[in-house]
């Protein structure tokens, strides 16, 4: 019975637990005694009552959002428990607004600001080891969402998808004799997808070929996807699996072969890589054929696909002609490997495997919220098996459960690899993770303006001066978390 559906999630926290994540008392040992047992959870659906739920924007324009709400109004409505639109900023500051009654119900975002929220209690405890999804979310991802507390571990959110940036490209504008000229190994995979070295050398032929074409084109300003340059050679955000914030790795190892392979591919593009323009105008730009390649992530596979779509129809394919063309040409694979030398003009280099930074989607539910039962219940229904496929199918993420990513296979499954391998490096779950964008985006967009800079006027000419830059970055990031605040 679906009215008795939170007493499968039933909970006894200790009272120190009803504000929120987080505890000031003893609350136990263990994972499970902290998950099982948090007394706001009473095992009654509150009947009649309205949820806000604040989804992401895409998932809204895509119109997957309506599809859930309406497949979990249906389920239901004979509690009269109904789910809408909290109709507020994707990026909310809970924080701030939810203490005054402005905040959603349930809330849908990325692991580290939801985690910015537990620590401030702002966000409630799940019993998820109760949950549909629980078994079969690995334990990196549930890791994403947990916070300890006097030597218990709490779970603040249910991850969704799995976030890490993918390579994009046109199959349609590879060269026609790619085979002969691109395929040194003959496997059947083009050169410039499978490293970075064979990536720089076709964008160079390429926009020699036609200077208003491109090959890779990517915005180095977006510190998510730069960042794992450094990851690839040594480089890391926090010490102690990302939870010593005193430790700041951005200039570790050889990291600054990374911010030399980002200052080569900066060469190759134009000026819209310094800021956020190549970010935002890439979809466009890689249906028109400007662009041949770039970064993101699998939940944006949607929105690519529609303007490959436009696109063609607008060169006169008929509807379904186009939605053809563009699902066999708009490929989303993994990242190519780079060389260890850092150095993408060598000639047959030794290939290391390329990191990235990446995150964990899910839902929390709100301390603020009068109606935490059938907000448990919309989460544990967004989560189910059914949903996280239609997501998938709508908007193209990679899902954290492993029985959908396993049925869907390729890139889904190959994320998990890559996540237990260590290729996709967690962003922090704590609150400090907030101070590294603004100063990495500084470091970045300086790197990327050397690329236009006459060589009298470079900042960055060798190893050693990108490892200065990175280690004055990594102070720069000190100083925000420990003298700003």
């Known amino acids: 019975m679906k009215r008795k559906i939170a007493m499968v999630l039933v909970a006894a926290m200790s009272l120190g637990l009803l504000n929120g994540c987080g505890s000031d008392g003893d609350s136990g040992d263990s994972k499970s005694e902290a998950s099982t047992t948090n007394g706001i959870f009473s095992g009654e659906l509150e009947e009649n009552v309205t949820i806000q739920v604040l989804e992401n924007d895409t998932a809204i324009s895509k119109g997957y959002f309506s599809q859930l709400i309406e497949a979990f109004n249906k389920e239901y ?131 020699q070929e036609n200077p208003s074409q491109y090959g890779y084109m990517k915005s180095l300003y977006d510190v998510y996807f730069s960042s794992g340059f450094l990851f690839s050679y040594g480089g890391y955000i926090f010490g102690e699996n990302n939870t010593n914030p005193e430790d700041i790795g951005f200039a570790a190892g050889d990291s600054a072969k990374g911010a030399m392979v980002l200052s080569q591919l900066a060469g190759v593009m134009n000026e819209d890589c310094i800021d956020d323009t190549i970010t935002t105008n890439a979809y466009s730009k890689l249906a028109d054929g400007t662009y041949f390649a770039t970064l993101s992530t699998p939940d944006t596979y949607s929105t690519f696909y529609d303007e490959l779509v436009n696109a063609y129809v607008g060169q006169g394919k008929a509807q379904d002609e186009a939605e053809e063309m563009a699902k066999e040409n708009l490929v989303m694979t993994g990242l190519p490997k780079l060389p260890e030398s850092g150095n993408l003009t060598e000639d047959d280099p030794k290939l290391v495997d390329s990191k990235s930074m990446g995150g964990v989607n899910g839902y929390a539910i709100s301390s603020y919220t009068k109606y935490p039962n059938a907000c448990l219940a919309f989460v544990n229904f967004a989560t189910s098996y059914e949903m996280i496929m239609l997501r998938n199918e709508t908007l193209g993420i990679a899902p954290a459960r492993e029985d959908a990513a396993a049925d869907l296979g390729g890139l889904s499954k190959s994320m998990f690899d890559e996540l237990d391998k260590g290729n996709i490096v967690l962003m922090p779950s704590i609150k400090e993770v907030s101070q590294i964008w603004t100063p990495g985006q500084t470091f970045f967009t300086d790197l990327a303006k050397d690329a236009f800079r006459s060589e009298s006027e470079k900042k960055y000419k060798d190893l050693d001066s990108m490892k200065a830059g990175l280690e004055d970055m990594c102070i720069q990031i000190h100083d925000a978390i420990y003298t700003l605040e």
Not at 91 to 114: C, H, R, S, T
Not at 187 to 196: G, L, T
Request: net charge negative.
């Open 77 to 207: 409505e004979q509690y009269g428990i109904t789910a809408v639109d909290a109709n507020m900023d994707q990026y909310l500051d809970l924080a701030n607004d939810g203490p005054y009654g402005y905040g959603p119900d349930v809330l849908y975002q990325a692991n580290d600001v939801i985690m910015q929220y537990a620590q401030g209690k702002h966000i409630l405890p799940l019993p998820v080891e109760e949950m549909d999804c629980y078994s079969q979310i690995p334990k990196a991802a549930w890791q994403a969402y947990e916070v300890s507390v006097d030597g218990s571990t709490y779970t603040c959110g249910v991850p969704v998808n799995v976030q890490a940036p993918m390579l994009y490209y046109r199959k349609d504008l590879l060269p026609d004799n790619w085979k002969d000229n691109w395929d040194s190994n003959s496997n059947d995979v083009p050169d410039m997808i499978e490293d970075w070295n064979d990536m720089y050398n076709f964008s160079v032929q390429r926009h």
